[in-house]
């Protein structure tokens, strides 16, 4: 099989696969060998550890030179998150994907939030087109890529947020998505939902409160994603040993 198969394969047998979330190749190659089956960009670690704000505040070469980076130092099935796609046009999205599946990337996720930062999701049609031209712009060209369509109804707190997610994964299957992404989903009762709604695999995400991996794989969860959480955690390490640093007058709390 070569990447992109071993990639689908995760998704459908076994415990959900984990997603690694990384922001350079050395944080790739660090989760390479500790056991991860497969690795993803996380939009917020890898901006901010550039020194930019998430939300494609990054340009979009820095992204794919960072990504190339990556790609070049590590094994596993590689995919990237492309936010809204880094393009007000279907056309600039489909071209970054290219560019993307030319240095090996195996997947994408692309998002249903409204470009204009308003705090709203997209109109499901104007989604839908893009997650259909994609997959059929995919599929003419024979590019092997996964399609992972993220959904951010729970992400935005909506009040309904469970049936417009459920509404929009239904039209987003059909438009030709690979797998669902439901981000801030973590009630047992909604994530049930939400897997019964498609026969494509849902991916969830890190957060407080979300449940142990038996009882997503029990739920039929098919990928866990680690998102920026791993970065920001590290983070907050990194400035507690600072500020010990600093109280102590020593770096014996580095060893």
Same mark, same amino acid.
């Given at each position: 099989?070569?990447?992109?198969?071993?990639?689908?394969?995760?998704?459908?047998?076994?415990?959900?696969?984990?997603?690694?979330?990384?922001?350079?190749?050395?944080?790739?190659?660090?989760?390479?060998?500790?056991?991860?089956?497969?690795?993803?960009?996380?939009?917020?670690?890898?901006?901010?550890?550039?020194?930019?704000?998430?939300?494609? #505040?990054?340009?979009?070469?820095? +992204?794919?030179?960072?990504?190339?980076?990556?790609?070049?130092?590590? =094994?596993?099935?590689?995919?990237?998150?492309?936010?809204?796609?880094?393009?007000?046009?279907?056309?600039?999205?489909?071209?970054?994907?290219?560019?993307?599946?030319?240095?090996?990337?195996?997947?994408?996720?692309?998002?249903?939030?409204? =470009?204009?930062?308003?705090?709203?999701?997209?109109?499901?049609?104007?989604?839908?087109?893009?997650?259909?031209?994609?997959?059929?712009?995919?599929?003419?060209?024979?590019?092997?890529?996964?399609?992972?369509?993220?959904?951010?109804?729970? +992400?935005?707190?909506?009040?309904?947020? +469970?049936?417009?997610?459920?509404?929009?994964?239904?039209?987003?299957?059909?438009?030709?998505?690979?797998?669902?992404?439901?981000?801030?989903?973590?009630?047992? #009762?909604?994530?049930?939902?939400?897997?019964?709604?498609? #026969?494509?695999?849902? #991916?969830?995400?890190?957060?407080?409160?979300?449940?142990?991996?038996?009882?997503?794989?029990?739920?039929?969860?098919?990928?866990?994603?680690?998102?920026?959480?791993?970065?920001?955690?590290?983070?907050?390490?990194?400035?507690?040993?600072?500020?010990?640093?600093?109280?102590?007058?020593?770096?014996?709390?580095?060893?």
């Amino acid at each position: 099989m070569n990447q992109f198969e071993t990639f689908v394969e995760l998704h459908k047998t076994g415990s959900p696969v984990l997603i690694g979330n990384i922001w350079d190749a050395g944080s790739a190659r660090l989760l390479e060998e500790n056991g991860f089956k497969a690795i993803a960009t996380s939009s917020a670690a890898v901006a901010i550890s550039m020194g930019y704000e998430d939300g494609e #505040n990054l340009p979009f070469d820095l +992204l794919l030179k960072s990504a190339e980076q990556i790609k070049r130092n590590i =094994s596993l099935p590689f995919s990237v998150d492309m936010e809204k796609g880094y393009s007000s046009k279907i056309e600039g999205i489909i071209q970054n994907i290219e560019r993307l599946h030319d240095i090996g990337v195996v997947g994408i996720n692309i998002e249903d939030t409204s =470009s204009t930062d308003d705090g709203q999701l997209q109109p499901m049609d104007v989604f839908e087109k893009t997650i259909s031209a994609i997959a059929n712009h995919l599929a003419q060209k024979n590019m092997q890529i996964f399609i992972n369509a993220r959904t951010d109804a729970f +992400l935005l707190k909506l009040p309904d947020a +469970l049936t417009v997610t459920k509404q929009r994964i239904n039209t987003y299957t059909t438009a030709g998505a690979s797998g669902i992404f439901v981000p801030f989903i973590k009630a047992e #009762n909604d994530i049930q939902a939400v897997v019964n709604a498609t #026969n494509l695999p849902v #991916n969830v995400l890190s957060m407080p409160g979300l449940p142990g991996f038996a009882q997503l794989s029990t739920l039929g969860v098919r990928r866990i994603s680690l998102g920026s959480s791993l970065y920001r955690s590290i983070n907050r390490e990194i400035v507690n040993k600072v500020q010990a640093i600093q109280e102590n007058q020593s770096v014996s709390s580095l060893f």
